[in-house]
């Protein structure tokens, strides 16, 4: 009898162990390392540039940005006033939670890789006043 419930035991911990390391940057494994994010604007066919790559956008877009780094867009169009808009990184509590069952080891991978953040707005919709002359 006692020799059972040592095997039980045994699987029980060894369950847990497996779970503890399965569950080690869940965020990154299902969330993914980026998202897209939909561009427009009031006029449409406006430039948009994404501040820190460089890389530049026509709206009506959609853009894939890594969920690791910090994003900002400046629209702009000729005869109207530039618009900067900040994207904000947020940490989703279910992530977090579950990573919090791997002792702190699958928060740190997913927010080295940004897989533990959403970006938000997930949807930017930008009205361009037009420049007084």
């Known amino acids: 009898m006692i020799a059972f419930s040592k095997q039980i035991r045994f699987v029980e911990l060894l369950t847990a162990l497996i779970m503890m390391l399965a569950l080690n940057g869940c965020g990154t494994v299902f969330g ?3 998202q897209d994010i939909k561009l427009s604007s ?6 948009v540039l994404d501040v ?3 890389i ?3 709206t009506p ?8 780094s910090a994003h900002s867009f400046v629209f702009s169009k000729a005869g109207y006033k530039n618009e900067i808009v900040p994207l904000r990184r947020e940490a989703r509590f279910l992530w977090w939670f579950l990573d919090s069952f791997s002792l702190g080891i699958g928060n740190l991978i997913d927010a080295g890789t940004g897989g533990l953040f959403d970006i938000k707005p997930g949807q930017v919709h930008v009205v361009l006043d037009p420049v007084k002359e």
């Open 42 to 47: 009031d006029p449409s066919n406006v430039q």
């Open 61 to 68: 877009a959609t853009v894939s940005l890594k969920k690791g």
């Open 32 to 34: 993914g390392l980026s």
């Open 52 to 54: 820190p790559t460089g």
């Open 56 to 58: 530049k956008y026509s």
